[in-house]
């Protein structure tokens, strides 16, 4: 039983009533320690949270954990003692509380504690503004008390610290207040509303920063109070600009002169103006103001622009007119700026609106030039006419200038096109006056035929102006007949088919045409054919020759024509011309066969026809129409045919399918249009051969035999024919080739049988059998036949269950019919049947105990042995059911029955739900923090195993939580006033299994209140205003305050001042009323308002008590008291005469005279201005507005009224009392420069200037007077450069000087030298004149020009991109342009050259040069055009000449370009360009394929090795041929057919092409020769270059060798060296020994990169009898002269003979074993002896390299073989460790001075360099007794050392095999040291060395003194040794290091 007792369970001892004891259960462990826990959230890390304390009564050992234990540790401090600390900071805004449960295990029972911990807040949140960013905007002249924006502020702690409070620190113009009334308010909680304390001006601050301070009121209770938290943000206030300011001109004055005659709309000057409200600045119209004083865009000859202020010409200004000279040539306007408004907007004008005046001059000029009265006039002249003839004039030509006086008048002349005097007419008069008619005579006689129409033009220029004005003339010149018709050729070729019929026109190659430079009928030609002719006639009008009888042309007749043309014009003049005619061929003629019929045979599948088949074919016409092609009419997958008339088999020929004899169509067609054909018959017959092997007849599918058949049974039968059709070919013979011991096949019928017993089970169930059909020709052909055998089963085997025992299980729930199981059995018979049933069963209950049942409720399947319920199952009745199930087939051939046991467990369901019994009411405390459990709910479940859950469906706020032991808890704090006082529970209860059921229940819980809530203010104004004579008692406002607690003290409320009022306030403590205790007069505060801050509290009667305060602000104001004041008597100013009405007058630096009233407004606050009393401003040239602004009244401006002023000011306030003030301002008028200078230039010049590009530095341009009207300092003028106008700075480049006689005249001079090319070709710039006044004023610009003339002082240049170019010319063309290349470009302005060709030369990298003459043959160049022309006669051949740089230079020396031009000669020939006037032109010579590729070889000997599988490469002859064309592609293909030696090879190797050539140029073998394979093929190769199709040829014969004809040996060269002089081998076989070499392979020695063994065969000359390797051996060594001529190559030895070598030693030592026998007693004999001469010997060998270093020490530095650049010296004698002088014999001829370094005498035969000999007497040296130098190398390992990179910069390493290095530049030498590696490279031989130093090639000198070696250092790798050789006083001295 479990009981409950004060909240502690206790588990029971259960008696029986037999007095027997079971025994006590587990105890359940125990927690003491607190439900719930307070701390403050900001608890430190490692603080205490609580302690508890655990026990178990039954003493087990108790394991405690923890929830949250990230947050919280726990931690043991004894015997079940424990603490809870803070693990981590924890933070009451994220989490307000924590359910931490405290688990305790004693391993059997666990124990679940919950213990709240609420957390405490603290002031650690910062408050924050909600309605970021803090920005506005408020328009100016708003009035005070506007709303501006609201402040809403929060803080995200709780109570007391979340209220917070607003404040402005430095307002200035704003306060926070009432928006409704406008009251201020000092205190603002949570929120506050920004106020405008007084109007903002926005041309005087347009923005406003305020700083707004938000800081939280922290938790305040009886006893303290928690520091407060601040932040603070900045409020933005824009002030928008309002209409209160007119706009104001910039630029002032506004005087502008101007020319006459402008175009309509010129523009004049610009006047600008802008709004003075800059923020809202509107767009500015402008205007003219008309003498009736309306605002118009045009005036006069002026109008304005209204959107820009461009003033601008209306009409043309002409000073001569009546109307300007009446006028004046100034216009004074007046113009108006006026801000653009709506149309509805009405706006006062004085604030919308300002005017300027403007002056405009006007400039006479000298606007009339000389006029034609025709623009072109036509006029004519005979030709030949004397000079002085009249030019006859279709119409007068006249000429007039109505200009007056100087002005009119004006000069004339004729003038070419280009501007030159005419050479052909002149004119007449020469001078005229206002008018004249103009007569043209002739300076020279015409010529017709030369020119037929003379252009040129008539200039008038005026003298004065220089104004130049044109007509233009053509004189058309009259023809006479002087000229004879001309052809323009000599020589015409034409063409005609010789098919053509009569009229057919013959193709002439140029126009037959003759031209008469005559006009009129002068010119007028006839044609004619002189001479007899019966074939041609010519049209005598056209020229056209054509035919005139019909088939009279036969080219094989008669092929060329000659025919005389002539030609006469209308005047009887003649010319001739002879025309060859050439009749073209037609194809008319057939190809003819030399044979109708060819005969020929070809075994079937063979390639090749038993003899070569050739078909010759010719045709009697010439070029594409005598070209044959021949093909195959029929047969042509089988056959082709050659352009030579090769046939060959491209696919061979199937006698089983093929005729025996085939007739082959062969055509021959030539390449006419149309063609012409032939044909001919090739008779082919096809030789049958054995190629078909049997096929059987058909496949047959899988056959089946019962395992059970006899010995002897048939299984099947297969059948086979063979496609040849004649024995032994087509009789075939059956075989098994895997018959399984059970198989047999009749090899004459295919018959298969079975041989032995099958077994299915036991052995295969398939059998795979292979049977070959072979038939008997030679050689046999043979197919195969797989057929599969299938054993069919026999039932003989017993079912198997496949488990021992099956178990199922199946839900109690189940339905009728649910599968349970399947039982499963296999039996291994294929036409087995099982059947299954139940044969035994048994049921249990849970506890294992037999039930009796009526019946099982399942049943099994009989075919499937599915288990299946048959009624419904019950798991209390029967638990498991255990079955005997057994398994029959059915078509056994006996009794075939198996049994096994089947288990069904029956599954439980949960089908109770659980029962809660009824809770009673229950209660909880608001803001309780550990009410523990409230109560435990009771509740039990019928079923078996239940574990309930318990969870709460309604839980209002989540206050409560309930855990699986029913345990209701309170886990919240709940508030009554937001609760209310009733929570209504659900409890919702599940037993916890799969489909769980439930129950719930409600449950009611009393909320009981407590005093928790402070009183809150409910009315409140923040912001009383009072004025200060209120009297006392009376009430300002009432406040009122709530409670939302229910107990009656808890919401009773009472109100105090806490704080502030300076007890002038009191308030009702009860009712809340605010009453004025004291007067309020704010003059003891001397200010005009006084606010006094107090704080009103509202508190409660609860226990504990709580309150709420609020700031209340009393805004006490003022009353009108006081009267303007200003801040001076008297004030003084100026203003200059010009300032014009309404122009402001600056008082002390403001626009506005201000006084000040203390008093606010409206009492004071806004002050009214007035003026003006009685002063000496008689005149009433001033005014003042209310605003206090003084402005001029006189209308349009004070000019004239220069003196003194006095103005009266009064200021009045806008109070009630109307106090006034006064002030004075004395205004001193100030006189104005208002005179313009003047400037003009003298001598009546013009501002355009010409100076030479050399003129000198300070040379006079131009003149210029200033005048100005004004007087004193006023009219002083200073002429400067305009600066600030791009381009236009005159400063820079000229130099005005005043002039010393007259004082306001300057002189402009040239400050630089000037550079037209370089610098500039004109120089713009502006003069201004300005005045000493103040303000200055400036004249008008006068804008100067000064243009820089050319002089020709530049040579020409080609551009960088143009002094080098290269063109292609194809080689076969002629007589073409190259290019044209007139690149030449000068910086002088004249851009005439003339182009030359002065040298020559061949391609780059070539260097030579090509001789004058050879390029003035080729080439021509146009001397003016620079165009570059191949010669006509002459061809360009790239593979003599790739290309051709020829130099081409530009001159423009002389002023007769033209002349000088083609009189220029003699000029030097040179190869290379000098300088930026001559250009390189590369002609690069295209090339053409006419070339044919080009064998090495005429015949190429190569060899194949029987034994040596396929395939083998012979050759690539791509690298034996060469084609002297560019970038061809050459393609290799075979001959002739091949030769066999002997012929019966042919069927021996047994296919077609044994050897076949690839289009690459590799020859390789396609089958595999073997040793019945004997003799040669011979065949062609063919190298077709693309695309020309130009072919070369070359005999290949190939040689079938044994290994044994290989001769391997070894020459001292890389691979590569070897494979380029590979020729030479054969050379030396064929010069000396009458041999024919075929080279096998070229293989590198892998160990020794520099050696290469050869292996090669050898064949003598008119022979193809191979020799053996021996035989070849025995000829070198017999043969003087070829073993030489090997040996200089380079030859080592041979593989067999160095194994022969070996072999020889081997058998000398056996030999050698019996003589050292016989003498062994006189060697012991001898011992001492022998002892005595080995010490001596080796002695003498240790000390003997120092002993002749010692002796060579006598010999000077010149004896030492370092000089030796000019000595073709072996390695192997000097380059030796030791080999100085008397070192060796051979050392000695080396080094001997009276012997020739370069000759060798002692190494030479007959004159000749012997390194045979070399080779001999250098090893003798090296063994011989005498040497120096035991250690020596061995000069038959001579040294090596194969590049020149430095190692260091004193280490050089030489190429020590005579060739130059080239080291450039060669390594610096920085030290009397040179390290010289030398690698001994074994059988490596090299010689002719030369030494290459850091002088140059023809020096050894490393040291300056003497140039020669101060130390050289030589290691011997091989046997470890160093040596040093160093240069001493006394000599060379060689020692070992």
Not at 1563 to 1590: C, R
Request: some cysteine; charged content about 25%.
């Amino acid at each position: 039983m479990i009981h409950s007792l004060n909240g502690k369970m206790y588990k029971g001892c259960s008696l029986l009533l037999l007095f027997i004891s079971i025994g006590c259960a587990n105890e359940w462990p125990e927690y003491d320690g607190p439900s719930s826990v307070t701390i403050s959230e900001d608890e430190p890390i490692g603080a205490l949270v609580f302690n508890f304390i655990v026990d178990d009564s039954d003493g087990d050992p108790l394991t405690v954990t923890i929830n949250h234990d990230k947050k919280f540790l726990l931690t043991e401090v004894s015997s079940n003692n424990y603490k809870v600390t803070l693990k981590e900071k924890l933070d009451r805004e994220t989490t307000s509380r924590y359910n931490l449960q405290v688990t305790i295990s004693d391993g059997t029972s666990t124990t679940s504690k919950d213990v709240r911990i609420r957390l405490n807040d603290v002031n650690d949140y910062v408050p924050v503004i909600q309605n970021l960013p803090l920005k506005a905007k408020v328009k100016e002249n708003l009035p005070a008390g506007t709303f501006i924006i609201k402040i809403v502020a929060e803080d995200e702690d709780m109570g007391y610290n979340a209220a917070t409070e607003i404040f402005l620190d430095e307002p200035g113009p704003f306060y926070l207040g009432d928006p409704e009334t406008g009251e201020i308010i000092e205190h603002n909680y949570d929120e506050a509303n920004v106020l405008l304390r007084s109007p903002l001006d926005f041309e005087q601050q347009s923005l406003y920063l305020v700083k707004v301070t938000v800081k939280d009121v922290a938790g305040c209770t009886a006893s303290d109070c928690e520091p407060s938290l601040t932040t603070t943000q900045t409020l933005t206030i824009n002030v928008e600009d309002e209409q209160d300011t007119p706009p104001y001109f910039t630029g002032l004055p506004y005087i502008k002169g101007t020319e006459e005659n402008l175009p309509v709309g010129s523009p004049i000057l610009r006047v600008t103006a802008f709004d003075g409200d800059k923020s809202s600045a509107k767009d500015i119209e402008y205007y003219f103001l008309s003498t009736d004083g309306e605002l118009v865009n045009e005036i006069e000859f002026f109008a304005i622009s209204q959107l820009t202020g461009v003033i601008t010409n209306s009409k043309v200004i002409d000073t001569d007119s009546d109307e300007l000279k009446s006028h004046g040539s100034i216009y004074s306007l007046t113009v108006v700026a006026k801000e653009e408004q709506e149309s509805s907007e009405a706006v006062d004008s004085a604030l919308s609106q300002s005017t300027t005046p403007v002056s405009i001059s006007i400039f006479d000029l000298n606007d009339q030039k000389p006029t034609f009265n025709a623009n072109h006039t036509l006029g004519s002249v005979g030709e030949e006419l004397p000079v002085g003839s009249l030019v006859t004039l279709e119409s007068p030509l006249k000429v007039a200038d109505y200009d007056q006086g100087v002005n009119g008048t004006f000069s004339l002349r004729a003038l070419s096109m280009d501007g030159n005097e005419s050479a052909w007419f002149s004119v007449s008069p020469v001078t005229v006056i206002n008018e004249a008619t103009i007569s043209i005579a002739t300076k020279q006689a015409a010529d017709y035929e030369t020119t037929s129409s003379i252009p040129f033009k008539i200039e008038a220029k005026e003298q004065k102006s220089g104004a130049v004005t044109y007509t233009y003339v053509t004189v058309n010149i009259n023809d006479n007949n002087d000229n004879a018709p001309e052809f323009g050729e000599q020589l015409y070729r034409g063409w005609i088919y010789e098919n053509s019929n009569r009229g057919a026109v013959v193709n002439i190659s140029a126009v037959l045409k003759a031209t008469d430079k005559d006009s009129r009928g002068f010119s007028t030609i006839t044609y004619s054919i002189s001479g007899g002719n019966d074939i041609f006639e010519i049209n005598s009008t056209s020229g056209v020759v054509s035919t005139k009888c019909e088939n009279c042309l036969d080219r094989e007749t008669k092929s060329t024509f000659h025919l005389n043309i002539l030609a006469a014009d209308g005047g009887g003049l003649t010319d001739s011309a002879q025309l060859i005619i050439s009749v073209m061929d037609v194809n008319d003629n057939r190809p003819k066969l030399s044979s109708a019929v060819f005969d020929g045979s070809v075994d079937e599948g063979s390639l090749v026809f038993t003899s070569p088949i050739t078909v010759q074919a010719s045709d009697e016409d010439e070029g594409r129409n005598g070209e044959i092609s021949l093909s195959m009419l029929n047969y042509t997958d089988n056959l082709a045919i050659l352009s030579n008339g090769t046939v060959y088999i491209t696919s061979p020929f199937d006698a089983e399918v093929s005729p025996k004899t085939l007739h082959v169509g062969i055509l021959a067609s030539d390449n006419g249009v149309p063609a012409q054909t032939s044909t001919a018959t090739l008779r082919l017959q096809v030789n049958d051969l054995n190629d078909n092997k049997p096929r059987f007849t058909h496949t047959p599918l899988p056959l089946r035999i019962a395992e059970n058949s006899d010995i002897g049974t048939t299984v099947y039968t297969v059948t086979a024919t063979d496609g040849d059709i004649t024995s032994p070919n087509n009789l075939i013979v059956y075989s098994l080739s895997n018959n399984f011991g059970r198989f047999s096949i009749d090899t004459a019928t295919g018959e298969i049988k079975l041989t032995a017993l099958l077994d299915k089970e036991g052995e295969f169930d398939e059998y795979t059998l292979i049977i070959l059909a072979s038939d008997q020709g030679q050689p046999s052909k043979a197919s195969q036949q797989t057929i599969v055998v299938m054993v069919t089963d026999v039932n003989d085997e017993l079912p198997k269950f496949q488990q021992q025992k099956f178990q199922f299980s199946v839900s109690e729930e189940a339905t009728v019919g649910r599968v349970i199981g399947t039982v499963q059995a296999v039996d291994r018979d294929l036409n087995s049947q099982l059947e299954f049933s139940i044969s035994q069963s048994t049921a249990y209950d849970s506890d294992g105990n037999t039930v009796n049942l009526a019946s099982i409720p399942v049943t099994i399947s009989r075919d499937q042995g599915t288990i299946t319920t048959t009624s419904s199952l019950d798991r209390e009745t029967a638990a498991k059911f255990l079955l005997k199930v057994s398994a029959k087939d059915i078509n056994g051939l006996t009794q075939q029955l198996v049994t096994v046991d089947v288990e069904i467990t029956i599954l439980d369901v949960n089908d109770n739900p659980p029962i809660i019994e009824p809770v009673g009411m229950l209660e909880v405390t608001e803001n309780s923090t550990d009410a523990g459990v409230i109560t435990r709910l009771v509740v039990s479940d019928h079923d078996q195993g239940s574990q309930l859950e318990f969870s709460l469906t309604v839980n209002p706020h989540n206050a409560f939580a309930i855990n699986n032991l029913g345990e209701l808890r309170l886990i919240d704090i709940v508030d009554r006033e937001v609760v209310g006082n009733w929570l209504n529970l659900t409890v919702l209860v599940r037993d916890g299994k799969n489909n769980a059921l439930s129950s719930s229940i409600d449950i009611a819980v009393h909320v009981k209140d407590i005093n928790d809530k402070a009183p809150r203010f409910t009315r409140f104004v923040q912001v009383v205003s009072v004025q200060e004579d209120v009297p006392v008692d009376s009430v300002l406002t009432t406040v009122a305050a709530t409670d939302a607690d229910s107990d009656f003290l808890n919401k009773q409320i009472e109100f105090r001042i806490k704080s502030g009022g300076d007890g002038k306030i009191s308030i009702d403590s009860s009712k809340g009323t605010v009453s004025v205790a004291e007067s309020l007069d704010v003059d003891i505060y001397k200010v005009a308002n006084k606010v006094l801050p107090l704080t009103i509290e509202a508190c409660d009667l609860g226990l504990p008590k709580l309150c709420t305060n609020r700031v209340m602000a009393i805004n006490i104001t003022d009353v009108n008291d006081n009267k303007p004041t200003f801040s001076a008597d008297v004030y003084s100013t100026k203003i200059s005469e010009i300032a014009k009405k309404g122009d402001k007058v600056a008082v002390e630096g403001n626009y506005q005279i201000e006084a000040v009233d203390i008093d606010s407004a409206p009492n004071g606050g806004e002050v009214i201005y007035t003026c003006c009393e009685p002063s000496n401003d008689t005149l009433n040239l001033f005014t003042v507005n209310a605003k206090g602004e003084v402005t001029v009244a006189r209308d349009p401006d004070l000019l004239g009224h220069v003196g003194v002023y006095s103005l009266t000011i009064t200021a009045q306030n806008s109070g009630g009392a109307k106090e006034t003030g006064s002030a004075k301002v004395v205004v001193n008028v100030e006189d104005f420069n208002d005179n313009t200078p003047v400037l003009r230039v003298l001598n009546n010049r013009s501002t355009t200037v010409h100076r030479p590009e050399n003129s000198p530095q300070g040379t006079t341009l131009i003149s210029i007077q200033a005048t100005d009207k004004d007087e004193g300092d006023n009219s002083i003028v200073d002429l400067n450069f305009v600066k600030g106008v791009p381009g236009m700075d005159g400063s820079r480049y000229f130099l005005i000087e005043r002039s010393q006689s007259q004082h306001n005249t300057f002189i402009i001079k040239q400050n630089i030298l000037f550079d037209r090319e370089s610098k500039a070709k004109q120089y713009r710039f502006e003069v201004e004149g300005t005045d000493r006044g103040v303000p200055a004023r400036t004249s008008s610009r006068l804008a100067i020009t000064v243009n820089v003339d050319d002089v020709n002082d530049n040579r020409p240049f080609f551009p960088v991109d143009k002094q080098e170019v290269e063109v292609t010319v194809r080689e076969e063309q002629v007589g073409i342009a190259v290019g044209t290349f007139n690149y030449a470009q000068d910086l002088d302005e004249r851009q005439l050259f003339c182009y030359s060709i002065i040298g020559a030369r061949g391609a780059k990298g070539s260097g030579h040069a090509i001789s004058e003459s050879l390029i003035r043959d080729l080439f021509s160049i146009n001397k003016m055009t620079a165009e570059i022309k191949v010669a006509s006669d002459k061809k360009l051949d790239r593979e003599s000449q790739a290309a051709y740089v020829l130099v081409v230079q530009a001159d423009d020396s002389d002023e007769n370009i033209y002349s000088d031009c083609k009189a220029q000669q003699n000029i030097p020939w040179t190869d290379r360009r000098a300088g930026d006037d001559e250009m390189e032109i590369t002609i690069l010579v295209g090339d053409v394929d006419d070339n044919a590729p080009v064998f090495s070889h005429s015949r190429f000997n190569l060899a194949v090795i029987r034994g040596v599988a396929s395939p083998v490469s012979l050759i690539n002859l791509q690298e034996y041929v060469t084609d002297a064309d560019e970038g061809q592609d050459i393609e290799f293909s075979r001959g002739r057919q091949f030769l066999y030696t002997p012929a019966k090879l042919s069927k021996i190797l047994g296919v077609s092409e044994p050897i076949k050539i690839y289009a690459n140029g590799n020859i390789q073998t396609e089958i595999t020769f073997d040793e019945e394979m004997q003799g040669t093929l011979e065949f062609t190769a063919n190298a077709t270059s693309s695309p020309s199709g130009l072919t070369s040829q070359t005999n290949i014969k190939v040689y079938i060798i044994d290994p044994e004809n290989v001769y391997t040996f070894t020459v001292a060269k890389t691979l590569s060296e070897t494979q380029t002089s590979v020729s030479e081998i054969e050379k030396i076989f064929s010069s000396h020994a009458s041999l024919n070499v075929g080279i096998i392979n070229l293989e590198a020695n892998t160990e020794k990169n520099y050696h290469t063994r050869v292996q090669l065969f050898v064949v003598p000359n008119n022979t193809d009898n191979l020799l053996t390797s021996a035989d070849i051996e025995l000829f070198v060594q017999e043969n003087a002269d070829l073993s030489d001529s090997l040996y200089k190559y380079g030859y080592i030895g041979t593989d067999d003979v160095i194994n022969a070598s070996s072999t020889d030693e081997e058998e000398t030592k056996s030999s050698n074993r019996v003589i050292i026998i016989a003498i062994v007693v006189a060697v012991v004999l001898l011992v001492v002896m022998l002892t005595v001469l080995i010490l001596c010997y080796v002695m003498r060998s240790r000390y003997q390299r120092k002993l002749k270093a010692a002796h060579a020490m006598a010999f000077d530095t010149h004896t030492l073989g370092f000089e030796i650049d000019q000595a073709d010296i072996p390695p192997s004698i000097n380059n030796i460790p030791g080999s100085i002088k008397n070192s060796t014999p051979v050392a000695n001829q080396g080094w001997d001075k009276d012997a020739s370094m370069n000759n060798f005498d002692w190494a030479k035969t007959n004159g000749a360099f012997d390194r045979h000999k070399f080779y001999r007497q250098s090893r003798e040296s090296h063994r011989s007794s005498n040497s120096h130098d035991d250690n020596a190398i061995d000069p038959l390992n001579g040294a090596e050392t194969r590049s020149c990179s430095s190692a260091g910069s004193n280490d050089w390493r030489l190429d020590l095999r005579g060739n130059n290095l080239d080291c450039s530049p060669p390594p610096p030498i920085t030290e009397d040291v040179i390290q010289l590696t030398f690698n001994d490279h074994h059988n490596k031989l090299n010689y002719d060395s030369k030494f290459v130093d850091s002088q140059s090639d023809n020096s050894n000198s490393t040291n300056k003194e003497d140039g020669h070696f101060n130390r050289l250092i030589m290691s011997d790798s091989v046997y470890g040794k160093i040596y040093e050789t160093r240069r001493t006083a006394n000599g060379l001295e060689t020692t070992e290091v």
